[in-house]
């Protein structure tokens, strides 16, 4: 359906964003919507598998070491990191609170950032109508 989909955190020194963007064929448009706030929902209703919390957590510690594996992503990094929070956390601070994440506490902040008044649309397609669409933003 899909032939691409990732999602971006954002984090900014006053707030932050989750970005979810799909490239995929316009007749599956509604269909992948409908799924991706499905599993929106199902963050809110029922905390992931531990299995599930595990790989991503070891994702996203894989990626940080890779990250940083050169001076000038480094140097990027640190900056990003003053920016976002005013200070340097340290990358094994970083993975030490990631460990400390339980599949309870994904539920609970779930149930706090996917609201339906937290939710924006944007859509690049060549769509005549977002008839229906914006029904599912209503979650």
């Known amino acids: 359906m899909a032939y691409s989909i990732y999602s971006t955190p ?5 707030t932050g964003s989750l970005t979810i963007a799909a490239g995929l064929d316009t007749a599956h448009t509604q269909k992948a919507l409908k799924l991706t706030l499905d599993e929106l929902r199902r963050l809110r209703e ?8 595990r790989r991503a957590r070891d994702y996203l510690i894989g990626q940080l070491e890779l990250s940083l594996e050169n001076t000038e992503s480094q140097m990027n990094w640190v900056g990003e990191q003053l920016l976002g929070f005013d200070q340097i956390i340290p990358p094994d601070e ?10 309870s506490d994904i539920r609970r902040i779930s149930r706090d950032f996917f609201q339906p008044e937290r939710l924006c649309l944007s ?5 005549k109508s977002n008839r229906g669409l914006c029904k599912l933003l209503e979650f």
């Not at 954002?10 to 006053?14: E, G, L, M, R, T």
């Not at 970083?94 to 599949?103: D, G």
């Open 10 to 14: 954002n984090f900014y020194h006053d």
């Open 46 to 53: 029922k905390p992931p598998a531990a299995g599930e919390l």
């Open 94 to 103: 970083i993975k030490a609170r990631l460990n400390e994440i339980r599949p």
């Open 123 to 127: 859509l690049v397609s060549p769509l």
